[in-house]
C-alpha cells in the first residue's frame, strides 16, 4: 500500500507518523484544500515528468502552473508529463497521492521555489484521501531536493 511506504519513510528517518487520513477525497488541489481547511495555494501538488533519460518530480504550491519556457530553460527540453500509469510505476503512488515519500525508485526531485510563500504545506501522502503537514524547508530536507523556478509566479498569470 502506498500510504505504508510513505509511512515507513518517515519512521525509518526516525520521525513520527505525520500522515493523516480523512473520509473525504484529497485527490485534486481543490479537494484537499477543502479537506484540510486550507488554501489551494497551500496544497504541495507533486507532478511526474520524463525526461529523455530519467524521471522527475517537481514539487509546487497548488495553484501554480508549470512555465514551458523556464521548464524548458532549465532542463533543456519541453516538459512531459507521464501518464497515470506510468505514475503508478514510476513512484508507487496512485495520482491524486502522489508526493516525493515513500517511491519506488530513487527520482531526483525539484522543489519549485513558489513552496516558499508559506510557512507549512501539505502534499499528498500516498493515496486520495491522505496528506501530510511540513514546512517547505524540511521538505526539501527530506527528500534532498533542489529548489528550482520553474513555474509561473502568480503575477504572470493575473
Not at 487520513?21 to 520524463?50: D, R, Y
Not at 491524486?96 to 510557512?119: E, M, S
Request: charged share 30%; aromatic share 8%.
Amino acid at each position: 500500500m502506498s500510504v505504508e511506504s510513505v509511512r515507513r519513510f518517515f519512521l525509518d528517518k526516525g520521525m513520527e507518523d505525520p500522515i493523516f487520513e480523512m473520509e473525504e477525497s484529497t485527490a485534486t488541489v481543490a479537494l484537499a484544500a477543502q479537506a484540510i481547511g486550507v488554501q489551494p495555494g497551500e496544497i504541495a501538488k507533486t507532478l511526474s515528468f520524463k525526461l529523455k533519460e530519467r524521471y522527475i518530480l517537481i514539487v509546487t504550491r497548488g495553484d501554480a502552473k508549470i512555465d514551458n519556457r523556464k521548464y524548458k530553460d532549465y532542463f533543456g527540453e519541453k516538459a512531459k508529463m507521464l501518464d497515470a500509469e506510468e505514475v503508478v510505476q514510476v513512484t508507487g503512488h496512485p495520482v491524486g497521492g502522489v508526493c516525493p515519500f515513500g517511491l519506488n525508485n530513487d527520482l531526483d526531485i525539484y522543489l519549485d521555489i513558489t513552496l516558499k510563500d508559506f510557512d507549512r504545506v501539505y502534499p499528498a501522502a500516498g493515496s486520495k484521501n491522505s496528506a501530510l503537514e511540513i514546512t517547505p524547508d524540511k521538505l526539501q530536507q527530506l527528500v534532498n531536493g533542489t529548489w528550482t523556478d520553474v513555474c509561473q509566479s502568480l503575477g504572470d498569470r493575473l
